[in-house]
């Protein structure tokens, strides 16, 4: 009998763009209560622990939800996995924009919401697989650069709050959710298969994924890098905020030109560890990061503290490309898998940031 081998991966730049949609809706939306965090806290009163966990709280959902999505995702379909997951997003912004008024209530909108953080899952391993292994630093930096729906975020949503309130900037936030999700249906396209072996273990199965030390290195290496750069994305304003005294409009802008720098530079970080490697990258880029994170320690001048922000999450979105070069590189079955894993290990880290610079302060 003939046996029947994949053609080798073109590319599909349908799809590459679709992911990135994808992404980029999602990440706005994985960051929105973040960006719109000094109103909700001067509405409601909180205090600086209740204020970083209500922006922690979507992060947690999204960063645990990545696993079951991976899974989902290699089993089903990156396609039908990420259409699901964006139709479910009406439902806690219609809560959001109807209720929330008290922080219980939000935090339980943060739970739902927080499941646009798994888009991770899908987009990514859903433009990989179309394209081969020497430009997989480039395709996921693409992909992945989707995460500058956190400047969306930032850069309107405040003004938007300014003039018609933070509810209906959450109610408001379904018409580009609905956009996306018509383009991601027409523009997508999963990468045809060869046909399974009789007898072989369904998609996404694979527990040697979950045994290999490579993967727990990654997760190491991505809390690091991704976890810094969502837990900065969604707590610079509220910091900004209450150490630097500026406007809650003025915040949303430092926050979005820093966040407009990590998620622009991803790409470079790619296309660098296709280059020259990933290992070699993150050597240069780690002990940056913790140079940074020391100087903006000492709470220096909002303009160095502005400099600071901006060389941070220059150095983290650098990081995130070049850790997500590693990772297809190394898993090719089970990719769906692997990368919910390291995503969701890299999210927590995002999580623990804003609850302990909450609660320090």
């Known amino acids: 009998m003939t046996q029947v081998v994949a053609a080798p991966p073109k590319g599909h730049l349908p799809t590459l763009f ?10 706005m939306l994985w960051v929105l209560l973040g960006a719109l965090g000094i109103y909700i806290a001067e ?11 209500l922006v922690a709280t979507p992060i947690l959902t999204g960063s645990l939800t990545r696993i079951p999505v991976g899974l989902l995702s290699d089993r089903f379909g990156a396609k039908r996995v990420g259409a699901a997951l964006l139709a479910f997003l009406f439902v806690p912004l219609a809560l959001a924009w109807q209720t929330g008024d008290s922080l219980s209530q939000l935090l339980a909108v943060g739970l739902l919401l927080g499941v646009a953080g798994s888009s991770f899952a899908v987009a990514l391993p859903l433009a990989s697989r179309w394209y081969p292994p ?3 630093g480039l395709v996921m930096g693409i992909a992945a650069a989707g995460n500058s729906g956190t400047v969306i975020a ?52 694979d527990r040697s994924v979950l045994r290999s030390p490579d993967l727990w290195w990654f997760c190491l290496l991505y809390s690091v890098t991704f976890g810094g750069y969502v837990g ?7 910091f900004l905020r209450d150490e630097y005294g500026v406007s809650a409009v ?11 720098v990590g998620s622009g530079l991803r790409p470079l970080g790619g296309y660098l560890a296709d280059r020259f490697g990933g290992v070699p990258m993150l050597l240069v880029l780690l002990p940056a990061i913790s140079v940074i994170y020391l100087a903006a320690a000492h709470l220096p001048a909002l303009g160095m503290m502005a400099g600071l922000m901006v060389a941070g999450m220059a150095c983290l979105g650098m990081g995130n490309g070049a850790v997500f070069q590693l990772v297809p590189q190394r898993f090719n079955q089970g990719l769906g898998l692997a990368t919910g894993v390291v995503g969701a290990i890299g999210g927590l880290g995002g999580f623990f940031l804003p609850n302990l610079l909450g609660t320090v302060k």
């Open 134 to 136: 020497e430009r997989q």
């Open 232 to 238: 900065w994305s969604s707590f610079l304003p509220i």
């Open 154 to 205: 930032n850069l309107l949503a405040p003004r938007l709050a300014e003039v018609i309130g933070w509810h209906n900037v959450l109610g408001l936030a379904m018409m580009p959710l609905a956009v996306v999700l018509v383009a991601f249906l027409l523009l997508a396209k999963e990468r045809p298969r060869a046909p399974e072996a009789p007898g072989a273990r369904p998609a996404g199965l």
């Open 250 to 260: 003025t915040a949303g802008y430092l926050t979005a030109v820093a966040a407009l």
């Open 18 to 27: 679709a992911s990135f949609l994808h992404f980029d809706v999602s990440f």
């Open 43 to 53: 509405s409601l009163g909180l205090s600086p622990a209740e204020k970083g966990l």
